[in-house]
């Protein structure tokens, strides 16, 4: 599915930080003078995209070589986003380089000009496009998490036991515990720097162990090191005290190891340090249909959401809210505060400081599209859900009308359950919830189709750029 891998063959070629893309190209065994991409034009159809498949039917020449380029730049963005930390670093240097200034109250910002700001402890993220038309018409916001579920290690991670010396881990979200068995991880460490007075900053270091060729990885087994299947509970993984991973044969040997690294027994100690599937993610099935990689569901989201701010135009003013796992104005935050917070700040570069009730009135011919669980049917496209959100028919109609003026499919759910697009819409601002069909949340790889993903782009970027409802 992905054309220009797919005709080579060989092995998924991922782009380098450039962009750019090595192939491997081998003949087939029955023909070899005849590529892949010859033998689907002699036939006069193309088995990468088979008009039985449900979706494609839908997808033009020209955007399938689209679905390539924009998968490809995913995988990418995916290889330097294994942690919520690095994925929210790498999402603003994609912002920077696009071009985007920091939040400045003092200047006097021009329309088409992008903006970023970022949270004090470089978690959340939020861009801004000032558009030309005045913000008492509304404002178009996207609003995603960037945050998942993941396994970290605890302060004063090592410890031996049974011969061995193991990392003793914490689970903070909800993980499908028994899944992580007997996988290969890698060890993403973040070092803070130290700051004024010897406390530790925002900025860091990152050290990575288990990603490269040659370095050696972790794993969590699925018995307790000094148990024997006999005296284990028949249930392998019975809580996520269980998760402890195997690390070396000793701590003196584990230690001087991580010295290598240029990572002391301290600094691991009071250091934000994750384990997650190694090896990045990975291109699935001999069509290369699909992508797998670790908690898609908080990276796809957020990669379409900036790619569509920063290609959109600005005949509005957009922004774009990416939450993190930490707030700076507030704990426990949700969609909601991060909005009410956020818009006030991100109007004032367009329109200086407005009083509550401008504030009020704004919000009242505003829209959000709010990303959120995965849902769906694969390739049927993106998912909206009106008993989540609990949208009112006219927004959920304008959303309709906006993504088939757009090409975007749509597929409508009707599933239970407490959204934020409701606290949202508390605030008086249209809210439609929006889903991509992702399987296997919680597990080391979640399953994601390249077509779904570029139905969340098309779909973003008909938001940023629709008539006001």
């Not at 061995?164 to 996988?183: K, M």
């Not at 709010?370 to 989540?388: H, I, K, M, S």
């Not at 697009?421 to 991509?436: F, N, P, Y």
Request: hydrophobic fraction near 45%.
């Amino acid at each position: 599915m992905l054309a220009g891998v797919c005709a080579c063959g060989g092995a998924p070629s991922l782009p380098s930080a450039s962009g750019s893309t090595t192939t491997t190209s081998h003949s087939g065994d029955a023909e070899p003078s005849k590529t892949p991409k010859e033998s689907s034009s002699a036939e006069g159809a193309d088995p990468l995209f088979p008009e039985s498949e449900v979706g494609w039917t839908e997808i033009n020449a020209a955007d399938k070589s689209l679905v390539d380029a924009f998968a490809r730049d995913y995988l990418a963005f995916l290889n330097a986003s294994a942690t919520q930390r690095e994925c929210t670093a790498a999402l603003l240097a994609m912002a920077k380089a696009a071009g985007a200034k920091p939040f400045d109250d003092k200047s006097n910002h021009k329309s088409g000009e992008l903006l970023y700001w970022l949270d004090a402890s470089h978690s959340s993220l939020a861009l801004l496009k000032i558009g030309s038309a005045p913000v008492q018409e509304g404002v178009r916001v996207l609003v995603s998490s960037s945050d998942a579920a993941h396994l970290r290690l605890t302060p004063v991670p090592i410890y031996e036991k049974a011969a061995l010396a193991l990392f003793d881990t914490t689970v903070l979200g909800d993980l499908d515990l028994e899944s992580w068995l007997h996988v290969p991880l890698a060890l993403h460490v973040f070092i803070a720097n130290a700051g004024a007075g010897g406390a530790a900053s925002s900025e860091g270091r990152v050290v990575v162990i288990g990603d490269g060729p040659d370095e050696p990885v972790f794993s969590i087994p699925d018995l307790l090191p000094h148990l024997s299947r006999k005296v284990q509970r028949d249930k392998l993984v019975d809580s996520a005290e269980r998760l402890d991973a195997v690390a070396g044969f000793s701590r003196a040997a584990l230690i001087k190891g991580l010295a290598g690294y240029g990572i002391s027994a301290a600094e691991l100690d009071r250091s934000e340090a994750v384990l997650v599937p190694a090896g990045g993610p990975s291109l699935i099935g001999v069509d290369r249909a699909l992508i797998a990689a670790s908690n898609q569901h908080a990276r796809a989201q957020p990669f379409a959401a900036l790619r569509s701010i920063v290609a959109s135009d600005d005949t509005r003013t957009q922004l774009v809210i990416i939450m993190g796992s930490s707030r700076s104005f507030y704990a426990g935050a949700g969609a909601d505060d991060h909005l009410a917070n956020l818009l006030p700040l991100a109007l004032q570069q367009r329109e200086g400081k407005l009083d509550a009730l401008a504030m009020r009135r704004v919000l009242a011919k505003s829209s959000v599209l709010l990303f959120d669980a995965e849902q769906g049917e694969r390739n049927e496209g993106v998912a909206l859900n009106t008993r989540r959100d609990d949208s009112g028919a006219r927004i959920f109609r304008h959303a309709l009308q906006l993504f088939a003026k757009a090409g975007v499919q749509v597929q409508i759910l009707e599933s239970g359950g407490w959204s934020q697009a409701r606290e949202l819409a508390s605030l008086d601002v249209d809210t439609v919830e929006l889903g991509l069909p992702i399987s296997g949340e919680g597990k080391p790889y979640e399953l994601m189709s390249v077509l779904d993903l570029y139905q969340g782009l098309k779909a973003s970027r008909a938001w940023l750029e629709g008539e006001t409802p």
